[in-house]
């Protein structure tokens, strides 16, 4: 508090005379005790003109939070190929190429329209191809919600203009897509050496086709009961573990190749590297007219594996561990089936009522 004193004062510590004028104590900038008059006259002054005017101290205070980025207003084709970039740095490249396989039809159909501005009943029209199955339009419009979704997360657009997009019920490849043991039976005995023995490999297994390609003469020497890791498979970013069990006659089968091709891959493309699943799938469509059998998908031995373990009782749990699936749901989609087999339902009578 400022000393309450009429006229000037000498603060002896600063050997400095001060007043006080409103309050506050002033320095009166006059120096020496014995310069009372000196110190009078300046506080005279002081009174006549008033208090200098303090100019005001600098407030602290935040700085205010920098703005949101704006939304980039772009096309649809600008946000396919910004979406398709970033995506090659994170999938397989088998799974990029049907991001870009489903993707080119929206850019066709309306890449040069505003991202924002897009009308959903537009895309839904752009499914509707009659070579398009249930499944593979709901697959595309999926990859659709997919991209835009990416794109309001990335605040390339500021909101999803395609989230109501009707996809249709998808279709189990169900009875119909499943290998049977005489088919197999066919395609072996018109089948190469090196396709046979990946084919018995499909059919002991019913691993992913791309499960199989991706074997090494390394993975095999490295095991010594069959049990073999995988590092590349559908439920690894998941952080599981999947196992391919070969045993019995097969491991026999992968053994020996894995001493024929001695490094790398057992089963090669033409230019020697990883077998791509289209490739194999027309080398089994030619062996499929050879053998005399319907047209076969490399993925129907994985069906006709799951099939029969569930017609045989073996827990779905199990079933969907030795398929690698990360829980039983695809199992319940895509083999319920089963259902409609007389034989399984003749077996289900039987235990009930004897």
Known sequence: MARQVEGPWFRSAKDTWYATLGGKKVNLRVRGENNRAAATKAWHRLMADGPAEQEPKPSVSRLPPAPAPKPTVTTVRQLADTYLADAAGRIAPHSLRGYKLYLRVLVDGVGRLSAVGIDPDAVEALSRRPDWSPTYRANFLAHVGMMYRWGVRRRMIPSNPV????????????????????????????????????????????????????????????????VIPLKDHKTAHQGKARFLILSGAVWKVVRRRAKVVGSGFLWKSETGGKLATQAFGHRLKKLCKRAGVRHLMPYGYRHGYATEALSRGVPDATVAALLGHGSTAMLHRHYSHLTSRADVLREAARRVRG
């Open 163 to 226: 989230a109501g997009l009707r996809k249709p019920q998808r279709q189990s490849r169900g009875s119909s897509a499943v290998v049977s043991e005489e088919e197999h039976r066919a395609l072996m005995q018109h089948a190469k050496p090196e396709t046979g023995e990946l084919l018995s490999v499909l059919w002991a297994t019913g691993c992913r086709p791309g499960e199989a390609f991706g074997l090494t003469a390394e993975m095999v020497n490295a095991s010594r009961d069959g």
